[in-house]
C-alpha cells in the first residue's frame, strides 16, 4: 500500500487536532475536510461505517488489534463479493463494478 495524496474527512476534534494534520502534512499529504455540519457530504462512506460498526464490530469481542484487523478483512471481502445491496439492486460491489 502506497501512501495516500489526500486524506478527506469530517471536521470532528480528531481530525481537526494540531497533532493529527501536522502527521499528515510532515509525510506531504493533502489535508482535506468536508464542510462544517455536512455529514451527507460522504454519505456513501458513512453507510458503509454504519454496516461496518452494526453488522460486525458490534457484535464481536476483540481481543488484539491483530484479530480486529484480520477479521475486518474478512468482513470487507463478505461485504464486497457476498453481501448484496439494495442500492445496487441486490447485487454485491464486486458484481457492479465489474460489470461488463
Not at 17 to 46: H, K, P
Request: net charge negative.
Amino acid at each position: 500500500m502506497g501512501r495516500p495524496k489526500i486524506f478527506n474527512t469530517d471536521q470532528g476534534a480528531q481530525f481537526t487536532a494540531d497533532g493529527f494534520t501536522a502527521c499528515l502534512l510532515a509525510a506531504y499529504i493533502q489535508v482535506s475536510m468536508d464542510g462544517r455540519g455536512r455529514a451527507l457530504d460522504n454519505v456513501f462512506c458513512e453507510c458503509l461505517w454504519r454496516s461496518v460498526k452494526y453488522e460486525n464490530i458490534y457484535l464481536q469481542q476483540y481481543d488484539t488489534g491483530h484479530q480486529l484487523q484480520a477479521c475486518l478483512n474478512a468482513y470487507f471481502d463478505f461485504y464486497n463479493h457476498e453481501r448484496p445491496h439494495q442500492s445496487l439492486n441486490y447485487r454485491t460491489p464486486a458484481e457492479e463494478h465489474f460489470v461488463l
